[in-house]
């Protein structure tokens, strides 16, 4: 802090009557320190910022503030009016004005800073002082939290001794009588919430309305409030046992929430960034009403959520799995609008509507035909971002925003040297780790600004392009035709070991990291469908379903071998596996592992391996049984997942009713045989 501000960046008597006056007035105090290169160009940049949302905060402050190619280095400067400037603030003008100007490209040291004082500006006798000083350079230390000289203390007399100062004897006291013991109080338990902040700049606001939700939590007692700034000086998820305890949820955001899912299901009160500045107790009573009445947000967490990027004690192999997941969360909606706007147009037209002309010259309305060639063509556009997309967010998840103009650049040239899903994969790691590289470099502050927008996409994206056309590009098309050729070939019993392999991959995690790379290795097939790589994805659909469809009929037939909560869920499950949702499982295998996850891998293996036998395929990359209509040989496809789910309900029965105790009584007196202390033994029934 002792570079951002000095005393020639401190106006104690600012004399401008505008926003637009005092902007310029402090920017051209740090023109003259040459930490603004244009002063005009800046000074829009300001404006611009100022047109997203007005600074001004309740309290009498103002922070005009913004980001700026302009700008040499992270600079603050602060003026003080005796008349107030209008800030746009719902209290009326702000006496206390900082000026924040950061460049494009500011290090998280700097703006690590800048949200330190933007917290200090929630502290009354911070504001106090600054209202109250005289002198410049007094005031530039108190802002950089100088510590002040310590005050030398008064000489103090010597202490009487006992010989020069005689004492008279107290009188005794009497006893006290004992009150009577009382059981210590338990302290209630906390209302606990945890928080989003986050505003476009990132700089100031995000940090402001963290530091007042976390001091509005303390004045209330009984509430814990953490929160998560996503600014620019860095973004810390919060663990996910932190969100799963809370209470309630409070985004106080005027940028999208990153990785919103992950609060979902919980009690929350959405609302722009200065509310959590201006009025957080009031926010904090919101969520309290809310989770009182029961009310919470649409759907439910993912149950495995998918980081963007690793944490810093993950091994190299955990960072590259989520990574990797990354990229494949980001390309499934591509996927499944896509593909299921292909199979649609399939369903309608047939599978000679690939070779329909372009809609866009030939379309008749009333001609069926027409419609699904719009069907096929729309999809076929969307699919087409598959590896893009994929290899964009890849390099995403390792590099943040740096890496997608690299990635989605080497995934489009991994589709055009048709090096297929594999090639995208490639893409996706070499242009993070480019990227990643470019930015360990250490740059002069001058060329700060434009790395993010000018220099890093420029290097990045000509590394990557080098490397996709000469040099991996090719043996990895090469890979991927053997690999397509190998699928093809496939007959007897290599395609029943192969359904085995991808039916126990299917059910091995539920839909996490093993899961998604079957599917995902399913679904780079479609790609370029073949007679192989349509049956893989057939293989790969059915057994998917067959672990949430086990777990609901073992709910049915055997409902006293699980809870109350199981057998709720298992209603519920019918619809997930029907829906080829295998996370629809999970419930089950989170309660009993052992049972549950080897009886569905059985069940999946059956299912994937009769599906290849059966010769089943399939175009859809999505829908369960609503595609079934688009499935080669639907009705042995049925079969066979019919004869997975039997083989997954039998094993998870079976070892279920090995236990020697079993679930809990619901409210239904289904559960428990076991006799407990007391009572009478139960004769079990069969269901």
Known sequence: MSEMITADLVDLDLSADTKEAAARALAE???????????????????????????????????????????????????????????????????????????????????TILSSLARQLMNEDFK????????????????????????????????????????????????????????????????????????????????????SLEKAGRDAGDVEVVVETQGSAGFTRLAPDVIAAADGVIFAHDVPVREKDRFAGKPTVDVGVKAGINRPAALIGEVRDKAARGETT?????????????????????????????????????????????????????????????????????????????????????????????????????????????????????????????????????????????????????????????????ISSAVVGFLMFLVIGKPIASLQRALTDWLNSLSGANTIILGVILGLMMCFDLGGPLNKVAYAFAVGGLANPTEGSLKVMAAVMAAGMVPPLAMALATTVRGRLFTKTERENGKAAWVLGASFITEGAIPFAAADPLRVIPASMAGGAVTGALSMAFGCTLRAPHGGIFVVPLIGNPFLYLIAIAAGVCVSTALVVILKGMRKTAPETGADGAGDATPQKGQEPKIPVAA
């Open 29 to 111: 105090r740090m023109a003259a320190r040459g930490r603004v290169t244009d002063l005009d160009g800046f000074l829009a940049d300001v404006a611009a910022r100022e047109a997203q949302m007005p600074t001004g905060l309740d309290g009498g402050i103002g922070i005009p503030h913004c980001r700026s190619e302009h700008v040499t280095e992270p600079t603050l400067a602060f003026g003080r009016s005796a008349d107030g400037i209008d800030f746009g603030a719902p209290d009326g003008p702000a006496d206390l004005i900082f000026l924040i100007a950061a460049p494009a490209g500011a290090d998280d040291a700097h703006l």
């Open 128 to 211: 106090a002082a600054l209202r109250t000083a005289t002198d410049a350079g007094a005031t530039a230390a108190l802002i950089r939290g100088d510590e002040p000289e310590p005050t030398p203390e008064p000489e103090s007399r010597p202490e009487p001794t006992p010989e020069s100062v005689s004492t008279p004897e107290p009188a005794p006291e009497p006893e006290p009588t004992p009150e009577p013991e009382t059981a210590p109080a338990t302290p209630a338990a906390k209302f606990k919430i945890v928080a989003v902040t986050s505003c476009p700049t990132g700089i100031a606001h995000t940090y402001m309305a963290a530091e």
């Open 298 to 458: 649409s759907g439910t967490a993912p149950a495995t959520p998918v980081d963007r990027a690793g944490d810093a004690g993950d091994s190299y192999g955990t960072k590259l799995r989520k990574w990797l997941m990354s990229g494949v969360s980001y390309m499934v909606p591509f996927v499944a609008a896509g593909g299921l706007l292909i199979a649609l147009g399939f369903a309608i037209g047939g599978y000679t509507i690939n070779k329909a002309p372009s809609v866009a010259e030939h379309f008749v309305w009333t001609q069926t035909d027409s419609w699904a060639a719009l069907l096929f063509q729309v999809g076929s556009v969307a699919f087409a971002f598959l590896v893009p997309v994929l290899a964009g967010f890849i390099a995403y998840g390792m590099a943040d925003r740096p890496g997608l103009v690299p990635g989605f650049v080497g995934g489009s040239i991994a589709l055009t040297i048709n090096a297929g899903f594999l090639g995208g994969l490639a893409a996706g790691l070499i242009a993070g780790g480019v990227v990643m590289a470019i930015q360990k470099v250490n740059v002069p502050p001058v060329l700060r600004g434009i790395m993010p927008v000018v220099v890093i996409p420029l």
